[in-house]
């Protein structure tokens, strides 16, 4: 996609790359599947509206029957165009000037781009829509001209929205609000793990078993003194001071606790010496608990 953004297949002073580049930008922010209502998408389709909150620009597209949803003339897709504010390239601008230069007595939102044009003509597009098999390819014909190693194809842009997103963090339900899709398993057929996820995981784990990460540190988890006699109420209940321990010496601790009545008993006698005191704390484990004896 870098190499495509870069190229001058989406050059906004012509008229075939406007187009390019305002057909991109709707495909991958409203998540738009293939050809669906490519052909009978007009420009009051696009509704530009202010954030209250923000103060930005925003475009909504129409809610237009498509394969998971009935057409519903009063809603909107779920995805939103927000503006760059400055940049020039910025989704909301470029779609404002395309929409500014398109030939009014065309109905059509996808329209046949003049080859020469100049930012002082007020009309950069034919008063003929794009045919059927144009449009199919569009994708095809852009990266093809940007001199991408792979062919790809105008549902590669919607595949591409759900792993940016998925990728940044957002969670399945609100990938399924721009995406439209009914059900969390269509999603999974969308995204793979990155490279740098699986990194993180990797850290993740090593975190856990103690080893050193990248920058030293380790799981900050309570080490008790281990030695080959029963623990004792310091090794139990151990100070915000001590080491971290490995998960072989939790279950050792464990072990010991479960075959040591001496260990319990002593917890059981400082249980009972605080009847009429406040509650005690103990840390068992890394967790506070507090023990009341009515």
């Known amino acids: ?6 190229s001058a297949s989406l050059d906004t002073t012509t008229a ?37 909150e923000s103060g930005r620009e925003f475009y909504s597209l129409k809610d237009f029957g498509t394969k998971n949803h009935a057409m519903d003339d009063t809603a909107s897709q779920g995805g939103r165009m927000y503006e760059i ?7 909301v601008a470029t779609l404002k000037k395309y929409l500014d230069k398109l030939n009014p007595q065309c109905q059509w939102m996808w ?7 100049t930012e002082d003509v007020s009309v950069w597009y034919d008063n003929s829509p794009l045919g059927r098999d144009t449009l199919q390819n569009m994708m095809k014909k852009i990266s093809m001209a940007a001199g991408c190693t792979k062919v790809y194809t105008n549902h590669c842009l919607r595949a591409t929205t759900v792993t940016l997103l998925d990728h940044a963090g957002c969670v399945n339900r609100d ?8 059900s969390e398993t269509s999603i999974k057929h969308y995204v793979s793990t990155s490279e740098g996820k699986k990194e993180q995981m990797s850290d993740i784990i090593s975190a856990t078993l103690n080893h050193p990460g990248p920058s030293g540190s380790t799981l900050n988890m309570p080490r008790h003194k281990l030695n080959n006699s029963s623990p004792s109420d310091g090794d139990i209940l151990p100070s915000e001071d001590t080491e971290p321990m490995s998960l072989s010496q939790v279950d050792q601790i464990m072990n010991s606790i479960a075959n040591s009545p001496n260990v319990l008993q002593d917890v059981s006698n400082t249980v009972c ?17 507090n023990i009341y004896n009515k």
């Open 1 to 6: 996609m870098d190499r495509i953004q870069a």
């Open 273 to 289: 010496n605080v009847s009429n005191q406040n509650p005690s704390a103990f840390n068992f484990h890394g967790c506070m608990v």
């Open 175 to 182: 990938i399924m609000t721009v995406s439209g899709h009914r």
């Open 16 to 52: 075939s790359g406007l187009q390019n580049k305002v057909f991109i930008d709707t495909m991958v922010y409203f998540a738009n599947r293939g050809m669906e209502n490519l052909r009978v998408m007009k420009p009051e389709d696009f509704l530009l509206q202010t954030e209250a």
């Open 111 to 117: 329209q046949r781009p003049k080859k020469m044009v």
């Open 85 to 91: 504010q400055g940049n020039p390239r910025g989704p």
